[in-house]
């Protein structure tokens, strides 16, 4: 899927019934495909991989193997611009004053110093690699701050393609899914005692 074929232009589509049309399809699909991944997320087996990276596997799947009709490539591009920001907004309505203050001045300083160092190593990382700059900061703010919302957020910013998007948002969930089930074995193999571990973890 192009950045061309999938941007959404409000001023081309505008607030009518023709509007809803273009996009309808799309939406619908995507609608589909996230419904397909929280019912996967119920199976016995398929409960520890969230529904966010089930919906990447079936939208992969389903672009690659049945490819995405043309008529829903606005509604794509809609969902992808418009209705996961409003997820993103959504997600960060969850944090509140009380979260805050529970974490404490010390709890505090620990995350900023991680999300700090963790944004950038990894794009220093990223320059190292020789990975196109929009997309090493799309992947840093995701590693540092909260996976694929971060990726969403920043990229009003950033104004990467929506294949750097994409491309960021299954790197920063694949490789958090991967540390839920390593992280577990790790306090044996660091000598990390559960205080320790629990903050190491959390950082």
Not at 37 to 57: E, M, N, Y
Not at 89 to 111: D, E, F, K, R
Request: proline share 5%; hydrophobic share 55%.
């Amino acid at each position: 899927m192009s950045h061309t074929t999938l941007a959404y232009k409000p001023s081309a589509l505008g607030a009518t019934a023709d509007a809803v049309a273009i996009i309808l399809p799309g939406v619908a699909l995507t609608a589909l495909l996230a419904a397909a991944a929280t019912a996967l997320h119920r199976v016995p087996g398929l409960s520890h991989f969230s529904p966010l990276i089930l919906a990447i596997i079936l939208g992969a799947l389903f672009h690659n193997l049945l490819r995405s009709p043309a008529a829903a490539l606005p509604g794509i591009g809609f969902s992808l611009r418009r209705v996961l920001r409003l997820g993103v907004v959504l997600l960060g309505l969850q944090l509140t004053l009380q979260n805050i203050v529970t974490v404490g001045p010390a709890g505090l300083a620990v995350i900023v110093a991680t999300l700090a160092i963790t944004f950038v190593g990894t794009k220093l990382l990223g320059r190292a690699f020789g990975v196109e700059r929009r997309l090493a900061e799309l992947i840093a703010a995701g590693t540092a701050v909260c996976g694929a919302s971060a990726v969403i957020a920043t990229n009003t910013v950033t104004e990467g393609s929506d294949e750097d998007v994409a491309y960021a948002v299954a790197c920063v969930t694949l490789f958090g899914t991967a540390a839920m089930f390593l992280y577990p074995a790790l306090p044996a193999v660091l000598h990390l005692s559960p205080r320790a571990y629990g903050l190491w973890a959390g950082a």
